[in-house]
């Protein structure tokens, strides 16, 4: 089945930083999703994005689907911030999201 | 608020019990989804459901039983279980399982079993 990998697994920033998160998968998509979880388990949908570029405020993304891999900006990060950001694919031949196994980031004040 | 409640929040169940997680979309969507986040671990699929049909039951267990009575309405019926089956329980919803729409949680049921 397809392969869905983020990296890094964690990341521990000081507030006002810029990161970049990203998430590799091996097979064809026809939906991506990055969510953020809330520390009490909430996913929040930040951006569906199979392919392209979407901002909202201070977190953009882009999905280059022919090369298979999708970038999450957050500029001047905010304690706020911090959880874990999940990327997650459907595959073009399923109805499942695979999700990755996420990015912890921690924003220190 | 993303449009999909889950009852209850938090439960904890001895092995020999029988419990319900309800979930509910305020969407209008026609599509709906269980999936299982154990610690460690990403989160995993179990059942999907397109206008009341499932349409895909990722190999699981028959100790949880899943039941779609409508489209906003969707039910895991949990008996039996094991230890092991402590986790995050998320409901998710969709307009169209098909064609690979968006996605939408919510809050979630965390289950203990003892």
């Known amino acids: 089945g397809i392969q869905v990998e983020q990296s890094p697994p964690d990341l521990i920033l000081q507030e006002g930083a810029n990161s970049t998160l990203r998430c590799n998968f091996s097979?064809?998509?026809?939906?991506l999703q990055w969510f953020h979880q809330n520390p009490w388990g909430q996913l929040i949908n930040l951006f569906y994005?199979?392919?392209g570029t979407k901002q909202n405020g201070r977190l953009s993304a882009t999905t280059v689907a022919t090369e298979r891999y999708s970038l999450l900006y957050i500029s001047s990060s905010q304690t706020t911030d911090s959880g874990v950001y999940f990327c997650?694919?459907?595959?073009?031949?399923?109805?499942?999201?695979?999700f990755g196994q996420g990015t912890t980031l921690q924003v220190k004040p | 608020e993303t449009g999909v409640t889950q009852t209850p929040r938090h439960l904890v169940m001895g092995m020999t019990n029988k419990k319900s997680l309800k979930c509910e979309q305020h969407?209008?969507?026609?599509?709906m989804y269980w999936y299982k986040q154990s610690a460690k671990k990403p989160l995993e699929l179990m059942f999907v459901?397109?206008?009341?049909?499932?349409?895909e039951n990722n190999s699981v267990p028959s100790r949880f039983s899943p039941e779609c009575p409508n489209s906003s309405h969707l039910f895991l019926h949990l008996h039996t279980l094991q230890p092991e089956d402590s986790a995050l329980y998320l409901c998710?919803?969709?307009?169209?399982?098909?064609?690979?729409?968006?996605?939408?949680f919510g809050p979630g049921t965390r289950l203990t079993v003892l």
């Open positions: 998710a919803s969709s307009q169209d399982p098909a064609w690979g729409d968006e996605q939408f």
């Open positions: 097979d064809s998509v026809n939906n």
């Open positions: 994005i199979p392919s």
């Open positions: 997650a694919v459907r595959p073009s031949n399923t109805g499942k999201l695979i």
């Open positions: 969407l209008g969507h026609n599509a």
């Open positions: 459901y397109s206008l009341e049909e499932r349409v």
